[in-house]
T-cell receptor, first 118, second 110 residues
């Protein structure tokens, strides 16, 4: 199984709503990632979890709150979002690699959740 | 910071070769990647090259790396209509961090 699944595929929410995006993988990967991709732009890294601990936060606003409840699941909790947060949110997973050592560590991407904030 | 730059658009005819170029930013990047994104989909890794290599061939794909100029290219031989997509180069700037290029939209016409 080399698949990363994401739910929901599409989400429309108001600025006062609270919602969550979910990501799941069963490849035994211990690194999981959230990326944000605006239309006609490249993906931008938001968060990285290694061994279920947050290892990278790319100065993301606190209205985005990630959570890694176990080694297969990654959530992104959304609260009080702004219309400019509308984007495709991509999850990825990989083997975590070793800190200080560069290695190939292919990232496998899910299909994304297309989020619209009204 | 600087962007990883790619040309915006490339149009070719079916059966021709396509060459997509990328100028990356970090001379210490150890791995460089090419990803493909079809409409409404996530990213699919096509190929990668380690920084101590000049060239890598993988079936229809050829990657060339010029470290001196920080230039990476992807050549697709015998391009097919199914190759129409957006192609992103990416550099590995930290042990878990990928920075993606601006993306090149490839359109293949019959």
């Amino acid at each position: 199984d080399t698949e990363v699944t994401q739910t929901p595929k599409h989400l429309v929410m108001g600025m006062t709503n609270k919602k969550s995006l979910k990501c799941e993988q069963h490849m035994g990967h211990r690194a999981m990632y959230w990326y944000k991709q605006k239309a006609k732009k490249p993906p931008e890294l938001m968060f990285v979890y290694s061994y279920e601990k947050l290892s990278i936060n790319e100065s993301v606003p606190s209205r985005f709150s990630p959570e890694c409840p176990n080694s297969s699941l990654l959530n992104l909790h959304l609260h009080a979002l702004q219309p400019e947060d509308s984007a495709l949110y991509l999850c990825a997973s990989s083997h975590p690699g070793l800190a200080g050592k560069s290695s190939y560590n292919e990232q496998f991407f899910g299909p994304g959740t297309r989020l619209t904030v009204l | 910071g600087e962007d990883v730059e790619q040309s915006l658009f490339l149009s070719v005819r079916e059966g021709d070769s396509s060459v997509i170029n990328c100028t990356y930013t970090d001379s210490s990047s150890t791995y460089l990647y090419w990803y493909k994104q079809e409409p409404g989909a996530g990213l699919q890794l096509l190929t990668y090259i380690f920084s101590n290599m000049d060239m890598k061939q993988d079936q229809r794909l050829t990657v060339l790396l010029n470290k001196k100029d920080k230039h990476l290219s992807l050549r697709i031989a015998d391009t097919q209509t199914g190759d129409s997509a957006i192609y992103f180069c990416a550099e590995k700037t930290g042990f878990q961090k990928l920075v993606f290029g601006t993306g090149t939209r490839l359109l293949v016409s019959p």
